[in-house]
């Protein structure tokens, strides 16, 4: 089955860091360029990062930009996000998530999400 | 910062028609998705590209887009099709999600 296992969340102090994982399994993952998406309790979605097949290409939302670094493993199949001075609005569910190759950038495939809570 | 703008929430009843709309300047000139979630679970495409639908996802749910509005239609609504839908755009190689519609299923 093709699916997206995200891991890494949990507890961090304000001012803290954290490392999201994303394993992916039984697709080409070099293949699709991924994105990070989260949903903060009770609210909606906000794209956070993309990165392309190769990791030539890499955007970040302004909320993020300077604070969160996206980088993808192909050899291992994975994708990350190292979050830096975290801060209490960036407590939410983190999703990775694939883009359509033939689309322009929908996510057709989604992991199940990890939970970062910021909080001292 | 691109702004998409979507009725907080819409009621049907079983069998009837839902439309939700999604409002941003110049909307028509960009490519929507629209994504259905329901609680405690991660989102799903259900329209990409303005009106293509993905392979499991049922001939209902279709999208259209010109103007300054994308919309998605439900058809024949059903007491499962009850959840959060977002649209979605790319903006300066940024992405952009609407602000979300609740679906309630009368």
């Known amino acids: 089955e093709v699916q997206l296992v995200e891991s890494g969340g949990g507890l961090v102090q304000p001012g803290g860091s954290l490392r999201l994982s994303c394993a992916a399994s039984?697709?080409?993952?070099?293949?699709?360029?991924m994105n990070w998406v989260r949903q903060a309790p009770g609210k909606g979605l906000e794209w956070l990062s993309s990165?392309?097949?190769?990791?030539?290409?890499?955007n970040y939302a302004d909320s993020v930009k300077g604070r969160f670094t996206i980088s993808r493993d192909n050899a291992k199949n994975s994708l990350y996000l190292q979050m830096n001075s975290l801060r209490a609005e960036d407590t939410a569910v983190y999703y990775c998530?694939?883009?359509?190759?033939?689309?322009?950038?929908?996510?057709?495939?989604w992991g199940q999400g990890t939970m970062v809570t910021v909080s001292s | 910062s691109y702004v998409l703008t979507q009725p907080p929430s819409v009621s049907v009843a079983p069998g009837q028609t839902a439309r939700i709309t999604c409002g941003g300047d110049?909307?028509?000139?960009?490519?929507v998705h629209w994504y259905q979630q329901k609680p405690g679970q991660a989102p799903v495409v259900v329209v990409y590209d303005d009106s293509d639908r993905p392979s499991g996802i049922p001939e209902r749910f279709s999208g259209s887009n010109s103007g300054n509005t994308a919309t998605l239609t439900i058809t024949r609504v059903e007491v499962g099709d009850e959840a959060d839908y977002y649209c979605?755009?790319?903006?300066?190689?940024?992405?952009?999600f609407g602000t979300g519609t609740k679906v309630t299923v009368l």
């Open positions: 998530a694939r883009e359509i190759p033939a689309s322009i950038g929908a996510f057709d495939i």
């Open positions: 990165i392309s097949s190769l990791d030539s290409i890499i």
């Open positions: 039984e697709f080409t993952f070099s293949s699709y360029e």
């Open positions: 979605q755009v790319w903006d300066s190689s940024s992405g952009v």
């Open positions: 110049n909307i028509g000139s960009k490519s």
